[in-house]
């Protein structure tokens, strides 16, 4: 039996890094995700009745927030990869298995709703994890602000697909409004742990490649 007191000051390698990264990013891609002890929030909601219009409108909205927490993983593990702090490394892997949760219910969403993931998953979890890793080489303070900005930008993303779910989705919703609450959560824990306010071509920037995503992730 591992020694879990040991293995839990274990000091990883560079090798051990990039084989815990390669293995996040396969099953965050390609396989199920790891839950943390939280259970799907629509476990208990009961299937709403929706007309095909709805339904396959409500399922690009799931796919659309699926690829957003492909991108989430991707930008956290990239993150912590490159922060400078140990308080800030474990920071910002809590933050990641909570969006870890949030990409596991997504992905049972759409298989009930019976649609598909984004085929372009791959080009934006890579995309995303670069970005990531560059933030966090720029300092940690810059990387806990892009955390902040981050979820403020998928918070409002979130209000405008709770606008556009049916109301009888309780279930869709139900996920949603967690999430929304998880990213609220989320940015503030960065903010009070230092992050700066970023430029503002900065911030247009990440709302200009938010937008790209959207509109792909929707159709693609």
Not at 48 to 64: G, K, S
Request: hydrophobic share 40%.
């Amino acid at each position: 039996m591992i020694n879990r007191q040991h293995s839990a000051h274990r000091r990883y390698s560079p090798l051990d890094h990039l084989l815990i990264n390669t293995d996040q990013a396969l099953r965050t891609v390609f396989g199920r995700p790891r839950l943390t002890e939280r259970t799907n929030p629509a476990a208990t909601v009961s299937e709403p009745e929706l007309r095909d219009d709805q339904r396959r409108h409500v399922a690009r909205l799931m796919r659309i927030n699926h690829t957003g927490e492909v991108c989430a993983q991707a930008l956290y593990q990239g993150q912590a990869l490159t922060a400078k702090l140990p308080e800030t490394r474990q920071r910002l892997e809590r933050s990641a298995k909570e969006e870890n949760d949030h990409l596991a219910w997504c992905e049972e969403r759409l298989e009930e709703l019976g649609d598909r993931k984004s085929l372009l998953n791959p080009l934006w979890y890579a995309g995303s994890f670069a970005l990531g890793a560059v933030a966090g080489l720029a300092g940690d303070k810059w990387s806990l602000g892009f955390v902040v900005e981050t979820e403020r930008q998928v918070e409002d993303h979130l209000d405008e697909h709770l606008a556009q779910i049916p109301a009888q989705d309780a279930k869709s919703r139900a996920i949603l409004e967690q999430m929304k609450a998880d990213e609220i959560h989320h940015a503030q824990v960065a903010k009070s742990a230092g992050g700066a306010d970023l430029p503002a071509p900065i911030r247009h920037l990440m709302q200009l490649t938010s937008r790209i995503m959207t509109r792909t992730a929707y159709w693609i």
